[in-house]
């Protein structure tokens, strides 16, 4: 607004000759004091502007259908990534054969390793297939099978680290070459054991499944191949990978491999994502670009998976690290509710889902094994790259230097815009920028006390026992969060316009809040950039697009009377960073609200999807601000959210909202472990001092057993399970290094248990070495599965085993883990430790403990943990196994 609209206006009355003064009441600031011009603003002596000041009754419901229809397309793109290919050829890939395949294979049973469903039925079925596709290939193909048992071990930081050694696990490899062989090799990996106790189809019968189509599909092909193409039937991936360790350290055919695909599961069918690539190696990617029909990636989840955030590892890691090999990992991520349940059956990934995975697979595959990249692929191993899919439709992908400079260049012109308008007029500067940090300010406040706000409801909800109301409901946690997180957004903004720009015009603060939206969105398009993350493309997005709309409609912005023109122009212009997040939301959420579920008893759920929707709902509203600022009044928009608000909370209080659902269509259940554990503890002379035995229950997710008591009442807080404090890992036998994440569980007192097979733990020999260590030597026979748990005694250092690389690998909290597990006929373990001590140790210098987990056969369940298991509701995954603990002291 110009000052020279505030001096007085003099008219001269022709009747009387003399002037008549009139005064016009003086006009609202618009911030900018002696400014002769503002962002779109009039020149001296220009005619004055009318304020923007648009209805709320227009621009709320406004702004939330554009919101609805930007999720309608979400769903519809979602959707439309598990179309059928539709045209006059048929596809090369047959999905009911692949669908056959994963019914037979899903039909043997759960597949442990060691188990003859594992070893021996699974196998077979695979040879018999394999034998098949070999007999009807075509003669410009040679095939060649090779059963492979591997023993080996290594270790790994996943899970807080710990070591793992195997011995007689099974790998199925079949290699397709042409007939006069190939010096190179392109390897595509899944594996068909299974966790125990369920069927496995999505991890990952299913990828089986499809790649035995694929072998089928290419060995009858007319055109030869290039390069051979391996495919690795894996037989022990769940065992935390180990299977893939054997076939890429041991396996004669490893060293030809220039790449490879790992197929898995995150989730039960719809679409498989690709969220690893590389390491560097960008013409992977663009080889997935050109080759896949139907394209679904992201560097996003790249990032976030490689974070660690996720409690997930794959085979990708092994062929990377130990086998220095660039690969595409790729996962299916729909309906993770069942992932690793007994309803991860066949019937439940459509045969939609398994043609698409086919098509995109088998068209990679022969993508790389006809490309000259392949046999030269160290030689383009140069950077990462920036990966995302439009919807679908199409991925686009370009070197991470590139997207660096893209990324610069649009801050630095970002910065440039906003320099442009604090330095005019100069005399100006102070004002200008106190103006824009003042409004920064109020955003951060807006941010801080929304956070804290939402935190406080999810903190409440989980003290209340009400965690998890949205398991099954997840609009639920919109209405209870998100309507939280938007109020007060609203809320912190009305009141600053009420106290801080109550003079001024509406136009000034509204054009501010944008600028500082904008300059946030530069700053942190630049600190991710320099922290060399891919996923700064999502903000280039935010800063390019909207920084375009605003220099469109600048005219808009300020022309009279033009209000709702502006705001469906502005809508128009923040459509593709809008409809991007909403999209890549979507994915995220579909990913992490299953995770929930298994996340352990001690990270609030609540708090953590609070948290989600709290960070979405900042940043879909970023541009959004400023309409606080143009609108009359909030009030109407404050009043539904506080309604909406308040019924939800009083519904998830009153526990309408049931977490866990038994619906056989769409089942979501609680998971639960127990197992049935007899316990001995020894002293230095070997004696029994402690012994116990019961059944050892742990609950997946936060609310613990707080829903199981009204159904079986013995299973409640009464029975916590006390930690054995001299004991590694508190005197429990995990299978698993995951105590950090289950710090409550319960012992139910249960008759000791005598397997038919019980453990047979041997100290063969302790010698004094030349370097002053003590050296222990260790046999041991038993089940399939054991676990190691070593703690020095104070004063002692494990120096040396003979596992992994020679060294040891602490996990979370001191003590060292080992997991041991064997196919058939594995021959007794033998290991040995190495331990530096004082000269004085009365106590011993280690505890060593071991536990034998009964995961199949005659000794799987006892007859008290049938009867409880009986007992538990329909909505309760349980996992049910036997097992023995021996704590020995030397």
């Given at each position: 607004?110009?000052?020279?609209?505030?001096?007085?206006?003099?008219?001269?009355?022709a009747?009387?000759?003399?002037?008549?003064?009139?005064?016009?009441?003086?006009p609202?600031?618009?911030?900018?004091?002696?400014?002769?011009?503002?962002?779109?603003?009039?020149?001296?002596?220009?005619?004055?502007?009318?304020?923007?000041?648009?209805?709320?009754?227009?621009?709320?419901?406004?702004?939330?259908?554009?919101?609805?229809a930007?999720?309608?397309?979400?769903?519809?793109?979602?959707?439309?990534?598990?179309?059928?290919?539709?045209g006059?050829?048929?596809?090369?890939?047959?999905?009911?054969?692949?669908?056959?395949?994963?019914?037979?294979?899903t039909?043997?049973?759960?597949?442990?390793?060691?188990?003859?469903?594992?070893?021996?039925?699974?196998?077979?079925?695979?040879?018999?297939?394999?034998?098949?596709i070999?007999?009807?290939?075509t003669?410009v193909?040679?095939?060649?099978?090779?059963?492979?048992?591997p023993?080996?071990?290594?270790?790994?930081?996943f899970l807080?680290?710990?070591?793992s050694?195997?011995a007689n696990?099974?790998?199925v490899?079949?290699?397709?070459?042409?007939?006069?062989g190939?010096?190179?090799?392109?390897?595509?990996?899944?594996?068909?054991?299974?966790?125990?106790?369920?069927?496995?189809?999505?991890?990952d019968?299913?990828?089986?499944?499809?790649?035995?189509?694929?072998?089928?599909?290419?060995?009858?092909?007319?055109e030869?191949?290039?390069?051979?193409?391996?495919?690795l039937f894996?037989?022990a991936?769940?065992n935390?990978?180990?299977?893939?360790?054997?076939?890429?350290?041991?396996?004669?055919?490893?060293?030809s491999?220039?790449?490879f695909?790992?197929?898995?599961?995150a989730?039960?069918?719809?679409?498989?994502?690709?969220?690893?690539?590389?390491?560097?190696?960008?013409?992977?990617v663009?080889?997935?670009?050109?080759?896949a029909?139907?394209?679904?990636?992201?560097?996003v989840?790249?990032e976030?998976?490689?974070?660690?955030i996720?409690?997930?590892?794959?085979?990708f890691?092994?062929y990377?690290?130990?086998?220095?090999?660039p690969?595409?990992?790729?996962?299916?991520?729909?309906?993770?509710?069942?992932?690793?349940?007994?309803y991860?059956?066949?019937d439940?990934i459509?045969?939609?889902?398994?043609?698409r995975?086919?098509?995109?697979i088998?068209?990679v595959?022969?993508?790389?094994?006809t490309?000259?990249?392949?046999?030269?692929?160290?030689?383009?191993r140069h950077?990462?790259?920036?990966?995302f899919?439009?919807?679908?439709?199409f991925?686009?992908?370009?070197?991470?230097?590139v997207?660096?400079?893209?990324?610069?260049?649009?801050?630095?012109?970002?910065?440039?815009y906003?320099?442009?308008?604090?330095?005019q007029?100069?005399?100006?500067?102070v004002?200008n920028?106190?103006?824009?940090?003042?409004?920064?300010?109020l955003?951060?406040?807006?941010w801080?006390?929304?956070?804290?706000?939402?935190?406080?409801?999810?903190a409440?909800?989980?003290?209340?026992?009400?965690?998890?109301?949205?398991?099954?409901?997840f609009?639920v946690?919109?209405?209870?969060?998100?309507?939280?997180?938007?109020a007060k957004?609203?809320?912190?903004h009305?009141?600053?316009?009420?106290?801080?720009?109550?003079?001024?015009n509406?136009?000034?603060?509204?054009?501010?809040?944008?600028?500082t939206?904008?300059?946030?969105?530069?700053?942190?398009?630049?600190v991710?950039?320099?922290?060399?993350?891919?996923?700064?493309?999502?903000?280039?997005?935010w800063?390019?697009?909207?920084?375009?709309?605003k220099?469109?409609?600048?005219?808009?912005?300020s022309?009279?009377?033009?209000t709702?023109?502006?705001?469906?122009?502005?809508?128009?212009?923040?459509?593709?960073?809008?409809?991007?997040?909403?999209?890549l939301s979507?994915?995220?959420f579909?990913?992490f609200?299953?995770?929930?579920?298994?996340?352990?008893?001690e990270?609030?759920?609540?708090a953590?999807?609070?948290?989600?929707?709290?960070?979405?709902?900042i940043?879909l509203?970023?541009?959004?601000i400023?309409f606080i600022?143009?609108?009359?009044?909030?009030k109407?928009?404050?009043?539904?959210?506080?309604?909406?608000?308040?019924?939800?909370?009083?519904l998830v209080?009153?526990?309408?909202?049931?977490?866990?659902?038994?619906?056989?269509a769409?089942?979501?259940?609680?998971r639960?472990f127990?197992?049935?554990?007899?316990?001995r503890?020894?002293?230095?002379?070997g004696?029994?001092?402690?012994s116990?035995?019961?059944i050892w229950?742990?609950?997946?997710?936060?609310?613990?057993?707080?829903?199981i008591?009204?159904?079986?009442?013995?299973?409640?807080?009464?029975?916590?399970?006390?930690?054995?404090?001299?004991?590694?890992?508190?005197?429990?036998?995990?299978?698993?290094?995951?105590?950090?994440?289950?710090?409550?569980?319960?012992?139910?007192?249960?008759?000791?248990i005598?397997?038919?097979?019980?453990?047979?733990?041997?100290?063969?020999?302790?010698?004094?070495?030349?370097?002053?260590s003590?050296?222990?030597?260790?046999?041991?026979?038993?089940?399939?599965h054991?676990?190691?748990?070593?703690?020095?005694h104070e004063g002692?250092?494990?120096?040396?085993?003979?596992l992994?690389?020679?060294?040891?690998v602490?996990?979370?909290?001191?003590?060292?883990?080992?997991?041991y597990?064997?196919?058939l006929?594995?021959?007794?373990?033998?290991?040995?430790?190495?331990?530096?001590?004082?000269?004085?140790?009365?106590h011993?210098?280690?505890?060593?403990?071991i536990?034998?987990?009964?995961?199949?056969?005659?000794d799987?369940?006892?007859?008290?943990?049938?009867?409880?298991?009986?007992?538990?509701?329909?909505?309760?995954?349980?996992?049910?196994?036997?097992?023995t603990?021996?704590?020995?002291?030397?």
């Amino acid at each position: 607004m110009e000052r020279s609209a505030a001096l007085p206006v003099r008219r001269v009355r022709a009747a009387g000759g003399h002037r008549e003064q009139e005064r016009r009441p003086p006009p609202r600031e618009d911030g900018d004091g002696d400014r002769d011009r503002h962002a779109g603003g009039q020149k001296r002596g220009g005619p004055r502007r009318r304020p923007l000041a648009l209805p709320e009754a227009r621009v709320a419901p406004l702004v939330l259908l554009y919101l609805l229809a930007l999720r309608a397309l979400v769903q519809v793109a979602h959707r439309q990534l598990l179309n059928s290919p539709s045209g006059a050829e048929p596809p090369d890939f047959s999905a009911p054969r692949a669908r056959e395949y994963l019914d037979n294979l899903t039909a043997i049973g759960p597949r442990t390793v060691g188990s003859p469903e594992n070893e021996v039925f699974a196998v077979n079925y695979l040879l018999e297939q394999i034998r098949a596709i070999e007999r009807e290939s075509t003669d410009v193909h040679k095939v060649s099978v090779d059963i492979q048992r591997p023993t080996g071990s290594f270790s790994i930081d996943f899970l807080g680290g710990f070591t793992s050694y195997y011995a007689n696990v099974t790998n199925v490899v079949v290699k397709l070459e042409p007939q006069n062989g190939a010096e190179h090799a392109v390897l595509s990996n899944c594996h068909f054991d299974s966790v125990p106790n369920t069927p496995g189809a999505s991890d990952d019968a299913v990828s089986c499944a499809v790649m035995l189509e694929i072998l089928n599909t290419l060995s009858k092909s007319s055109e030869p191949l290039q390069h051979a193409v391996i495919f690795l039937f894996n037989g022990a991936e769940e065992n935390i990978l180990q299977a893939s360790h054997g076939f890429i350290t041991q396996h004669k055919w490893a060293k030809s491999i220039r790449a490879f695909i790992n197929l898995e599961a995150a989730g039960v069918g719809g679409k498989e994502l690709v969220f690893q690539t590389g390491p560097e190696n960008p013409w992977l990617v663009q080889a997935y670009i050109l080759a896949a029909k139907h394209p679904f990636a992201s560097v996003v989840a790249q990032e976030i998976f490689q974070s660690g955030i996720i409690p997930a590892d794959t085979d990708f890691r092994i062929y990377r690290d130990f086998g220095n090999i660039p690969g595409i990992d790729l996962a299916f991520i729909e309906n993770g509710y069942i992932y690793h349940t007994e309803y991860d059956t066949s019937d439940r990934i459509s045969t939609d889902s398994i043609q698409r995975a086919g098509d995109n697979i088998l068209a990679v595959l022969k993508y790389l094994a006809t490309s000259d990249k392949l046999a030269k692929s160290f030689e383009y191993r140069h950077g990462n790259v920036v990966f995302f899919d439009v919807f679908g439709l199409f991925v686009l992908a370009y070197p991470a230097r590139v997207g660096i400079i893209m990324n610069y260049i649009t801050a630095a012109i970002a910065f440039f815009y906003l320099s442009k308008k604090i330095l005019q007029p100069k005399t100006r500067v102070v004002h200008n920028l106190k103006k824009l940090f003042t409004a920064f300010g109020l955003a951060l406040i807006s941010w801080v006390s929304t956070l804290a706000t939402v935190l406080i409801v999810a903190a409440f909800v989980s003290v209340i026992g009400r965690s998890l109301s949205w398991y099954t409901h997840f609009y639920v946690s919109v209405f209870l969060y998100g309507t939280v997180a938007a109020a007060k957004l609203i809320l912190v903004h009305t009141l600053a316009k009420k106290l801080l720009y109550k003079n001024m015009n509406e136009q000034y603060p509204g054009d501010i809040f944008f600028d500082t939206s904008l300059m946030i969105w530069t700053v942190a398009l630049a600190v991710i950039t320099h922290l060399g993350l891919c996923s700064a493309f999502i903000c280039t997005f935010w800063v390019a697009f909207p920084l375009l709309t605003k220099l469109m409609i600048h005219k808009e912005f300020s022309q009279k009377g033009a209000t709702m023109k502006f705001v469906m122009m502005y809508m128009l212009g923040m459509f593709v960073p809008y409809l991007y997040t909403m999209y890549l939301s979507w994915t995220v959420f579909e990913m992490f609200t299953p995770i929930m579920g298994r996340s352990g008893s001690e990270i609030p759920p609540d708090a953590v999807l609070a948290g989600l929707i709290v960070v979405t709902t900042i940043i879909l509203s970023s541009y959004f601000i400023n309409f606080i600022y143009l609108v009359k009044s909030t009030k109407t928009t404050l009043i539904t959210l506080a309604a909406l608000f308040v019924v939800t909370l009083i519904l998830v209080c009153s526990g309408i909202f049931f977490p866990y659902s038994s619906d056989e269509a769409n089942p979501k259940p609680k998971r639960v472990f127990l197992q049935h554990v007899s316990r001995r503890f020894h002293d230095l002379d070997g004696n029994v001092v402690k012994s116990d035995s019961g059944i050892w229950i742990n609950g997946f997710d936060y609310n613990g057993i707080s829903h199981i008591t009204p159904h079986v009442p013995e299973i409640n807080d009464t029975i916590r399970t006390p930690c054995e404090e001299q004991a590694p890992f508190c005197g429990l036998p995990w299978i698993l290094p995951v105590h950090f994440m289950f710090r409550k569980n319960w012992y139910l007192p249960a008759p000791e248990i005598f397997p038919r097979s019980p453990i047979h733990f041997n100290l063969l020999s302790k010698e004094l070495t030349p370097w002053n260590s003590l050296r222990l030597s260790f046999e041991v026979s038993g089940p399939s599965h054991m676990s190691l748990y070593v703690r020095p005694h104070e004063g002692a250092a494990l120096s040396t085993w003979s596992l992994g690389d020679g060294t040891p690998v602490a996990s979370v909290g001191g003590d060292y883990f080992v997991f041991y597990s064997h196919g058939l006929q594995a021959s007794p373990w033998h290991f040995w430790v190495e331990l530096t001590a004082p000269e004085k140790h009365s106590h011993g210098i280690v505890s060593l403990a071991i536990a034998a987990h009964y995961f199949f056969g005659e000794d799987q369940k006892s007859p008290q943990l049938y009867a409880l298991l009986e007992r538990l509701p329909n909505w309760i995954f349980s996992s049910g196994w036997s097992c023995t603990y021996d704590l020995f002291v030397f």
